[in-house]
């Protein structure tokens, strides 16, 4: 009889263990739950062609600057415009193909975050983008108004510039001439 008695306390010395492990594992960042998705050593940025507006930034997908209106983008304003950021221990970011490195740098913003920057002007990116290259986010909205950035444009007759504002759950499009974009 002692030895099924002995198994129990093995079992569960075991079950204790392991679930000690687990709960470290999590602690600390390790294993499958909790450690990140994302490790980028580097932000690079670089080019891209658009059909519809020229030669535009990115960096992976297409990057955004804000003329602001009176409500300031925190919190809610970032979960659709996150901001183009430096990861931990990297110093600056990197000019890749098509992009003057002369012109990039960096705003250091609350609890250590330092935002990418183009020609002075931060950088994000939109929510509503799903692949590379595209341009869904060149819209007016609560936080001011949002353009892609747009290094040479595709010319000023062909090209438009579509600026989308909502209010009370209606919403205008206003389709206007020109190049699009934020011109630098």
């Known amino acids: 009889m002692a030895q099924p008695i002995l198994e129990r306390r093995s079992l569960s010395r075991g079950l204790t263990f392991g679930l000690a492990l687990a709960g470290a594992l999590l602690i600390t960042g390790v294993g499958v739950v909790g450690a990140s998705s994302h490790s980028a050593k580097a932000v690079v940025l670089s080019t891209q062609q658009s059909s519809t507006y020229g030669t535009i930034l990115v960096s992976g997908d297409t990057l ?3 003329s602001p209106s009176k409500t300031a983008c925190a919190a809610t304003c970032l979960k659709y415009w996150p901001e183009l950021t430096l990861p931990k221990g990297v110093n ?10 002369a012109k990039i740098g960096v705003v250091h913003r609350a609890g250590g975050v330092r935002q990418v920057t183009y020609e002075g002007k931060p950088l994000y990116y939109f ?18 108004k949002w353009q892609s950035i747009v290094l040479s444009s595709k010319g000023a007759s062909s090209g438009t510039t579509t600026t989308t504002t909502s209010s009370g759950g209606a919403t205008t499009t206003t389709t206007s001439p020109g190049g699009g974009g934020v011109g630098f």
């Open 64 to 66: 955004y600057s804000l």
């Open 127 to 144: 929510s509503g983008d799903t692949k590379p290259g595209e341009v869904k986010g060149n819209v007016t909205d609560t936080w001011g």
């Open 92 to 101: 600056a970011a990197t000019a890749g193909k098509g992009v003057a490195a």
